[in-house]
């Protein structure tokens, strides 16, 4: 039987009492993450972000923590969860979307801050080579770009997950134009020529 993010998997892996803050959604994690993700977007562009595409946004946890950070931004998610998006999609601004449509699906403008957490290592190779170039052409700041590898300790949701070389990703994200600045974080290609030497990981 095929994965599910329904409602029981969201409690799980997101609400579990018995997991505390080593939840996928533990709120200390996501805040430092929300912080150092607008920090890192914010340093590059030298303004304040004004907008944001969550893609594999899932219930849309990432929303609330950016608005209290930056309450006038957009934010945009997209999710393969039916679930999710219909429970949350008109509070949260969710709509459901599968990452290979990013072929083609073309919702914005180019955004400041483009998010794919914990998403990429569970897609088929054929699901991400389809839609990698739209968020390359979907991000004009800083993307986070969380994917895990072989070479990681993997805890938790290990269901469906691709135990594929940190070389495959790295090779892809350059192939898009991205530039590594570290900690899951890659700046877009439209701002590669404006950086200092070493500012990228390249």
Known sequence: MS?????????????????????????????????????????????????????????????????????????????????????????????????????????????????CSDVLHYLDTRELDRGLPGLAELCGGVAFLETFTREDGIEGDTDGFKRRPAKFYRERFAAQGFAALGSHLWLAPMLRGGTAALETAD
């Open 3 to 115: 994965k599910q993010y329904d409602r029981d998997y969201f409690q799980r892996w997101y609400r579990d009492p018995a997991l505390k803050d080593q939840a996928i959604g533990g709120a200390a994690r996501l805040t430092r993450k929300v912080a150092l993700t607008v920090a890192t977007a914010e340093y590059h562009l030298e303004r304040p972000i004004r907008s944001v595409l969550d893609i594999g946004c899932g219930e849309g946890p990432w929303r609330a923590p950016l608005l209290k950070l930056r309450p006038r931004l957009q934010y945009l998610g997209f999710d393969s969860s039916q679930y999710a998006t219909a429970r949350f999609g008109r509070s949260r601004n969710l709509h459901l979307a599968r990452f290979g449509d990013f072929e083609f699906l073309r919702p914005c403008a180019p955004v400041d801050l483009l998010i």
